[in-house]
């Protein structure tokens, strides 16, 4: 692969990866620990990801327990959560700290399906904007050493990248709302 293309190839899985991220946070009725991957807790001072100051595990597929090493912590942990997007109110024994994720309603799996099909466009458009910026960065190339037939192919090469990648995204935007449909 051309060098030139390979910065722009970079972004755009980059930008892939990023909606990847995103859907992982979104709640699909089970338990799954990456809804805790953006929330931080004060760790004496410093903001930690909550994996990383305790053991996170899913003992039951509507439940994720966290049992912080320190148990100073817990009080922390619980404020994280309950001031995050999360929408569900932590238990704490004293011990661990238990989410219990309510079944979803229909309208809400509608809702969300909605959100991924919303963050899934963006992410087309972040696709369609990396190649409409390497188009423009080929087209300066002109009246430069570089031939028309090269800038053409380059061209040609980022919109095979582009179609790639928007297929990737329609992919991961299918599966994800089959995930969040299926009861």
Known sequence: MDERIKVYDEKMT??????????????AGRANPHVLDRI???YYGTQTPIQQVGNV???EPRMIQIQPWDSSLLKAIEKAI????LGINPTNDG???????????????K???????????AAKVAVRNIRRDANDAFKK???SDVSEDTIKELEEQTQ????????????????KSKEIMTV
Do not use: C, H, Q, W
């Not at 309950?82 to 997007?85: E, G, I, L, R």
């Not at 095979?160 to 329609?170: A, G, M, Q, S």
């Open 95 to 109: 011990k661990v700290i238990r989410l219990i994720f309510p079944e979803l309603t229909e309208e809400r799996r």
């Open 82 to 85: 309950m001031t995050s997007d």
């Open 14 to 27: 980059k930008t892939f990866n990023n909606l990847l991220s995103e859907f992982g946070s979104i709640r």
């Open 57 to 59: 595990n899913v003992p």
């Open 160 to 175: 095979k990248l582009t179609d790639k990648y928007i297929k990737e995204v329609d992919k991961a935007i299918e599966e």
């Open 111 to 121: 809702d969300l399906a909605k959100e991924v099909k919303k963050k899934g466009e």
């Open 40 to 42: 931080m807790v004060d």
């Open 141 to 143: 190339l002109k009246g």
